[in-house]
């Protein structure tokens, strides 16, 4: 009896963990008419994402990964790939951070704030709802610091498949840089990403899950 009350919590604990894991296959569009796919996963202990992007003559990805808790996401590892090759890329260990292009020579340098590539900022904010005051934002190329960041929060009722949703959009401004980011009540992926700097502008609008 025992034995089996044993085999009856292994099983019941087993799937309640399999229920707690996430992987999400999202298409994006973009303004630059040329479509994005962003594999993310996670099982409630680390997390995994790969962000390609159809760039004529070049295959682009975006690929991070790290931990994450019930507050936090914590990236490690960033990478920059084009055509299969590193173009530049991040490692996180502590308080130190190695960085940059891979043919120019990697940097070293003391990091005392969190850092994230884009992705795994918009990840932070659909799953937490929230951002460090201060973090750090790479492209693996270079360190952008976003201090006394104040995220504000926006909430509106749309439609969506004829049914009325709640859609939270969360604004920010740091360091020149323009951010927004927008999903649904309930849902924990980003249905919208916005980056301006500059004059240039980036946005990503989801089109569909794929399966």
């Given at each position: 009896?025992?034995?089996f009350?044993?085999?009856?919590?292994?099983c019941a604990?087993?799937?309640?963990?399999?229920?707690?894991?996430?992987?999400?296959?999202?298409?994006?569009?973009?303004?630059?008419?040329?479509?994005?796919?962003?594999?993310?996963?996670?099982?409630?202990?680390?997390?995994?994402?790969?962000?390609?992007?159809?760039v004529?003559l070049?295959?682009?990805?975006?690929i991070?990964s790290?931990?994450?808790?019930?507050?936090?996401?914590t990236?490690?590892?960033?990478?920059?790939?084009?055509?299969?090759?590193?173009?530049?890329?991040?490692?996180?260990?502590?308080?130190?951070?190695?960085?940059?292009?891979v043919?120019g020579?990697?940097?070293?340098?003391?990091?005392?704030m969190?850092?994230?590539?884009l992705?795994?900022?918009?990840?932070?904010?659909?799953?937490?709802?929230?951002?460090?005051v201060?973090?750090i934002?790479?492209?693996?190329?270079?360190l952008?610091?976003?201090?006394n960041?104040?995220?504000?929060?926006?909430?509106?009722?749309?439609?969506?498949?004829?049914?009325?949703?709640k859609?939270l959009?969360?604004?920010f401004?740091?360091?020149g840089?323009?951010?927004?980011v927008k999903?649904?009540?309930?849902?924990?992926?980003p249905?919208?990403?916005?980056y301006?700097?500059?004059?240039?502008?980036?946005?990503?609008?989801?089109?569909?899950l794929?399966?």
């Amino acid at each position: 009896m025992k034995f089996f009350k044993f085999i009856t919590a292994l099983c019941a604990l087993t799937t309640a963990s399999l229920a707690q894991a996430v992987d999400y296959n999202i298409k994006y569009s973009s303004n630059y008419l040329m479509p994005a796919y962003v594999h993310f996963s996670e099982n409630r202990t680390n997390y995994a994402i790969n962000a390609r992007i159809n760039v004529p003559l070049y295959n682009i990805q975006f690929i991070s990964s790290g931990t994450h808790n019930s507050r936090n996401f914590t990236m490690f590892n960033y990478k920059d790939t084009r055509n299969k090759n590193t173009y530049a890329l991040a490692k996180i260990n502590g308080k130190q951070i190695e960085y940059g292009k891979v043919k120019g020579g990697l940097k070293k340098e003391s990091v005392s704030m969190p850092v994230y590539d884009l992705f795994t900022m918009a990840f932070q904010l659909t799953y937490y709802d929230k951002l460090p005051v201060n973090f750090i934002i790479t492209n693996g190329k270079k360190l952008y610091p976003m201090n006394n960041v104040f995220v504000k929060k926006f909430e509106q009722n749309v439609n969506n498949a004829g049914k009325t949703v709640k859609e939270l959009t969360y604004t920010f401004n740091a360091d020149g840089k323009d951010i927004t980011v927008k999903k649904y009540e309930g849902e924990q992926f980003p249905r919208y990403l916005k980056y301006a700097r500059d004059g240039d502008n980036y946005e990503l609008t989801f089109s569909e899950l794929i399966k």
